[in-house]
């Protein structure tokens, strides 16, 4: 057994530190490696960067210990048992990293837990001291890792299989708000971290009901219990799955407050959090790409299949919503609108497939610059739009015998039941397999190419109407509307995306095509003046929305330090705003494929 103990060494450095200890190592020198990165989280983050003091020992005894690379070191040969001793900083606040400070403690085990060469099958044990310390005297410890002997408050050991198992689970330690509640007889529990008026009692019960949906959907729930761990912060969003629990970030605005019974956008945007989580309990912790399951986390790992497993996952997150009871069908539209805007304003969309996007996540989607919009396209919202466009698909060209609900449960049984990996072309050959459906062409046009998705066709089979209109303003991302919408001229806009400062207007990003990008404007340029004007950037957008078309007006702005004078001509607002109308036609046809296609999952064989 490989044991590790973590102690909370000190709150205002920062600090933890992590004792390993190896019973039977390499007698050719043990080597002990970090993660680059954490499984749901396609970047190479290098957490081996906040080990900031190392060393090992012997019997009492000083072992030599050789870097070998960013990530991993080699011991001397030692004839007993190896004991590494190392400090970790600790300052990120993220469901990714590590944080610890008198408040709480937080942490993944990727960033703290060395991993073992040669042993990572070998079960594991994790003593987790309690702190001493006066600020942690009403601490308690949540985890979903499996416990051994533990405290009343948490802290003690816990015992895993293996070391993949182990640093999939994180831990949350300080004094927090906790719930339990029951999905398909299995105990739930929320733990809720950070200053809060939250409406614990309306959040469970709305949060089971769309649980239970997703177990509906699978069929099975493969946990005897779940964690949700949420992190409440000033502002800040985030979501990392973990087999048996997840980590979550939200801003304090977003939750329902007591007395409060509007399910406002932002209460919309934290239960769709939590669904998209929670769905990857089956959809990526079990259901996986092949080449997750064969290779580790100490290098990238290319596949092409990140949009069926974020973009599906992104689909479902919203739908399960409304099919829940959750919300009402409005606002599901509204959210769809939204996402259908956010893609439509990248013309990244024009340069980037599904399936590229999918394979640069490493380098492009997670590390995106002021150029994103005009270069790629997100496999979460392009792949949930893809999603649906199949999901319509099956269900129109089935007459409803089939749908993606199917293709998911097939998925499950196939592969995630049976801890199976998917292969490259897995997803594609089981979705014509399940529904006899030649769907070939489909994916050609919709993940192998950049031609538009045919979203507003198949929207109109389902008594929706999808029309894309020009934006009324800056802050408008997408509609619902009660009538037939009416095309109106578009307004003159500035075609950048920016920030306001104390007495400027910093441009973020330039959109291709755009007035600004053909005026010369770039991200970075602060504009202090328009047309000798000092402007606020809500001034800016209204002042340059009354221009008549063709008229140049002079914008005054900084490049780093140097002041210029550009003259500036705006164009009409394009057409890449969604705007969705239901119009009530009861009893037809695309009225009964709307329910069907809205009340829920069908029976699983």
Not at 121 to 144: G, M
Not at 385 to 399: E, M, P, Q, V
Not at 541 to 569: C, M, N, W
Request: charged share 25%; aromatic share 10%; glycine share 6%.
């Amino acid at each position: 057994m490989i044991e590790y103990k973590i102690s909370f060494k000190s709150a205002q450095a920062h600090l933890f530190e992590v004792e390993l200890t190896i019973r039977n190592p390499d007698p050719n020198g043990q080597l002990v490696y970090l993660p680059a990165w954490i499984r749901g989280s396609y970047m190479v983050r290098d957490f081996a960067r906040n080990i900031i003091a190392i060393q090992a020992s012997s019997d009492n005894q000083p072992v030599a210990l050789v870097k070998l690379d960013k990530q991993s070191w080699r011991a001397a040969t030692v004839a007993g048992e190896l004991r590494i001793v190392y400090t970790v900083y600790a300052w990120e606040l993220s469901v990714r990293t590590a944080h610890f400070d008198t408040e709480h403690a937080y942490f993944n085990g990727p960033c703290l837990l060395l991993g073992v060469a040669g042993s990572e099958s070998e079960a594991c044990r994790l003593t987790v001291v309690r702190p001493s310390d006066s600020y942690a005297e009403d601490w308690r410890l949540a985890t979903a890792m499996p416990a051994g002997n533990l405290d009343q408050a948490g802290f003690g050991d816990y015992l895993c299989d293996s070391y993949e198992e182990l640093i999939d689970y994180p831990a949350e330690a300080g004094v927090f708000a906790d719930a339990e509640f029951s999905v398909d007889g299995r105990q739930h529990r929320m733990v809720i971290s950070g200053v809060h008026d939250l409406d614990m009692q309306r959040f469970c019960d709305d949060l089971s009901r769309v649980c239970q949906e997703e177990v509906a959907l699978f069929g099975e729930l493969p946990v005897s219990e779940y964690l949700f761990l949420l992190q409440v912060v000033g502002s800040g969003y985030g979501g990392l799955e973990h087999r048996n629990s997840t980590s979550l970030m939200i801003s304090r605005d977003e939750l329902p407050k007591r007395g409060d019974e509007a399910v406002t956008a932002g209460y919309r945007k934290l239960l769709a959090l939590c669904s998209h989580e929670y769905f990857h309990l089956w959809h990526v912790k079990r259901i996986t790409p092949e080449l997750f399951l064969q290779q580790g986390t100490a290098a990238e790992v290319y596949t092409r299949q990140l949009w069926i497993f974020e973009g599906i996952t992104s689909y479902y997150d919203e739908l399960l919503l409304v099919r829940s009871g959750v919300i009402d069908r409005n606002a599901y539209f509204k959210m769809l609108a939204e996402t259908v805007t956010r893609v439509m304003r990248n013309s990244g969309r024009f340069k980037q497939t599904l399936e590229e996007s999918s394979f640069d996540a490493w380098s492009k989607f997670y590390k995106q610059d002021e150029n994103a919009p005009n270069a790629i396209v997100s496999y979460y919202a392009k792949g949930a739009l893809f999603a649906l466009l199949l999901d319509l698909t099956i269900r129109l060209r089935s007459d409803d015998r089939f749908s993606l609900d199917h293709v998911m449960q097939e998925m499950w049984r196939r592969y995630g039941r049976h801890s199976v990996g998917v292969p490259e072309d897995g997803f594609e050959t089981l979705a014509g397999d399940v529904t006899s459906l030649d769907l070939k062409p489909l994916f050609d046009l919709g993940v192998r190419s950049t031609d538009e998705l045919p979203l507003a066709e198949a929207l109109a089979e389902f008594a929706v109407e999808l029309h894309l209109l020009p934006a009324m303003s800056s802050e408008d991302m997408g509609r619902v509307v009660t009538e037939p919408p009416k095309a109106a001229g578009a307004k003159p806009v500035l075609g950048a995306k920016w920030k306001q400062l104390e007495k400027r207007v910093r441009l973020l990003q330039v959109f291709d095509g755009g007035g600004a990008q053909q005026a010369g404007l770039s991200a970075g340029d602060e504009i202090v003046a328009v047309d000798g004007l000092n402007l606020s950037a809500k001034q800016m957008e209204e002042y340059i929305a009354r221009q008549q078309q063709g008229v140049s007006i002079e914008l005054h702005l900084f490049r780093r330090d140097e002041l210029k004078v550009i003259p500036f001509t705006p164009l009409p607002a394009a057409s890449d705003t969604c705007t969705i109308y239901l119009p009530q036609h009861p009893g037809s046809l695309q009225q009964q494929r709307l329910n069907n296609w809205l009340k829920g999952h069908v029976p699983t064989s």
